[in-house]
């Protein structure tokens, strides 16, 4: 099983960036995905998540108008699509799937820093 995060980069604010998520190992389109983020000293927060079924979203308050996720089964993956970016957006995102009990996968992360 894997994860594969990519399109992490450095942006300038206002800006937007995309980020995609590759599953392989699983049957992708049954889990639900989210995208985590994660600053140096903080705890791990949920940014976006998206169900298996009927492809429902939820976002945390902090992007909820800025960022969209969406899930493109046939090719397993799942996006994040940021937009207005702000320098408090600066982490490191990770991707998660999870059904159920004990199928639950992250991704490696990959860095994002909104800076000018």
């Known amino acids: 099983v894997q994860l594969v995060e990519s399109g992490g980069g450095l942006v300038q604010p206002g800006g937007p960036l995309r980020l995609s998520c590759t599953g392989s190992?699983?049957?992708?389109?049954?889990?639900?995905m989210s995208w985590y983020r994660q600053t140096p000293g903080k705890e791990r927060e949920l940014v976006a998540v998206?169900?298996?079924?009927?492809?429902?979203?939820n976002y945390a308050d902090s992007v909820k108008g800025r960022f969209t996720i969406s899930r493109h089964n046939a090719k397993n993956t799942v996006y994040l699509q940021m937009n207005s970016l702000k320098p408090e957006d600066t982490a490191v995102y990770y991707c998660?799937?999870?059904?159920?009990?004990?199928?639950?996968?992250w991704g490696q992360g990959t860095q994002v820093t909104v800076s000018s």
């Open positions: 998206i169900t298996s079924v009927g492809g429902r979203t």
């Open positions: 998660r799937g999870r059904r159920g009990t004990g199928n639950d996968y």
């Open positions: 190992g699983f049957t992708f389109s049954t889990y639900e």
